[in-house]
């Protein structure tokens, strides 16, 4: 059974920087693309970012935030820097075992996780 558990969310101020992680279980992690996608309250899911071994990012996070993979660890991680007031969302982590499907829409992706919590304060 597949598990994505998603860690490091919390309060941040503007300006400030916050990493958070995804396990996954369960899966040849190695051989899905894994995303990144938040949903602000009121507002539909949105894409932040995915990594095949390539990374593509959303427009609003590019040049401030970084995806990255450890496949030894069967993690993702995202590195929020400079993060802003609207970036507060609930941050999920998600894998596509297609890596060929377009990696900004959520319906390609197949597993998601919990969802954490991130609060960027002003």
């Known amino acids: 059974q597949v598990q994505l558990v998603e860690s490091g969310g919390g309060l941040v101020q503007a300006g400030g920087s916050l990493r958070l992680s995804c396990g996954a279980s369960?899966?040849?992690?190695?051989?899905?693309?894994m995303g990144w996608f938040r949903q602000a309250p009121g507002k539909e899911r949105e894409f932040v970012a995915a990594i095949t071994p390539s990374a593509v990012y959303a427009d609003s996070v590019k040049g401030r935030f970084t995806i990255s993979r450890d496949n030894a660890k069967n993690t993702v991680y995202l590195q929020m820097n400079n993060a802003k007031p609207e970036d507060t969302a609930v941050y999920y982590c998600?894998?596509?075992?297609?890596?060929?499907?377009?990696?900004?829409?959520?319906?390609?992706?197949?597993?998601w996780g919990q969802g954490t919590q991130v609060t960027v304060s002003s």
């Open positions: 369960g899966l040849t992690f190695s051989s899905y693309r």
């Open positions: 998600a894998a596509d075992p297609s890596l060929y499907a377009s990696p900004t829409l959520d319906r390609e992706y197949d597993y």
